[in-house]
Structures are given as C-alpha cells and as structure tokens.
C-alpha cells in the first residue's frame, strides 16, 4: 500500500510541475467554488482542479475523500 501512495504521490507532483494550465479570465467561477486552495503544489489529499482563477503556476487543490 506504501508503494501505491509513493506512486500517486509522484504522479500528482509531476502533473503539478509538467503539465502547464492556462486559466481563461472571462469564466465566471473559480477555485474558491469548489472549496479548493491555488497551490504550487497539491497536498497529497488533494487533487489538482486546474487554474481556475488561480496566479499563474498555481493549481487550485480540491480535497477529497474515497
């Protein structure tokens, strides 16, 4: 089970770092809609939701739970 988070872990901090989203100013929501937090980088129980009115390099971080 440790192996499976370790995995996860790195596969949200790559997504996190590598994969650049441009946040479009016109939408009318934002991060705080969903409850979430514009971080540089996701906590492990939290997903990354996209820019969404976040600054640029952050990702809005929702949490969730199984």
């Known amino acids: 089970l440790n192996a499976h988070c370790d995995l996860l872990l790195l596969l949200q901090f790559y997504l996190?770092?590598?994969?650049?989203?441009?946040?479009?100013?016109?939408?009318p929501?934002?991060?705080s809609n969903y409850?979430?937090?514009?971080?540089?980088?996701?906590?492990?129980h939290e997903i990354p939701f996209g820019a969404l009115g976040c600054t640029k390099?952050?990702?809005c971080c929702?949490?969730?739970s199984l």
């Not at 996190?16 to 939408?27: Q, Y």
């Not at 409850?35 to 492990?44: A, F, K, M, S, V």
Request: proline share 3%.
């Open 16 to 27: 996190c770092c590598c994969v650049n989203i441009e946040a479009d100013t016109s939408l």
């Open 29 to 31: 929501w934002g991060c």
């Open 35 to 44: 409850d979430g937090t514009c971080r540089i980088l996701c906590l492990p």
């Open 57 to 59: 390099g952050s990702v």
């Open 62 to 64: 929702v949490k969730f």
